[in-house]
């Protein structure tokens, strides 16, 4: 092994049969103990990097798919309201022209959508 005066020794203690196993598989790739040792640990501490990096592909992958899952719900929720404000608007429309009442001069009046949008930002104003 190239510049190994530089490297620190390593006093491990292993089991007799891991010892054979790594014996014979050094063998097996014409390499020293030390280096199939030192082999085996690079590799191991390689593959945790790229399970590390495959880890967080997952993980954006995933988040991608559930931000995409609920920009489509909020699609379909926008739809959905958008639909029944039409719905509500054409009611009000055949009420009037049926019975001749202005549901919405009623509810103008009796409601006070001022008092109500003001109440909802000082309670907004609260939470920030």
């Known amino acids: ?3 190994a ?4 020794p390593l006093g491990v203690r292993i089991p007799d049969d891991l010892k054979e196993k790594i014996q014979a598989q ?20 390689s593959d945790n990097d790229r399970s590390d990096d495959d880890l967080r592909e997952q993980l954006i992958d995933a988040y991608e798919q559930k931000i995409k899952s609920m ?7 926008k739809q959905a309201f958008e639909l ?33 949008r003001k ?8 939470k920030t």
Do not use: C, P, W
């Not at 005066?5 to 620190?8: E, F, G, R, V, Y």
């Not at 404000?85 to 001069?105: M, N, R, Y």
């Open 5 to 8: 005066s530089l490297i620190a």
């Open 1 to 3: 092994m190239k510049g």
């Open 84 to 116: 029944a404000t039409e719905q509500i608007s054409l009611l009000k429309t055949h009420i009037k022209s049926t019975t001749g009442f202005d549901v919405q001069a009623y509810f103008d009046k009796t409601i006070d959508y001022d008092g109500i």
């Open 71 to 77: 920009e489509d719900y909020i699609k379909m929720q």
């Open 26 to 45: 050094a063998k097996a790739n014409g390499r020293s103990m030390n280096a199939e040792i030192v082999f085996i640990l690079e590799e191991a501490m």
């Open 119 to 126: 109440a909802v930002e000082t309670k907004n104003k609260g």
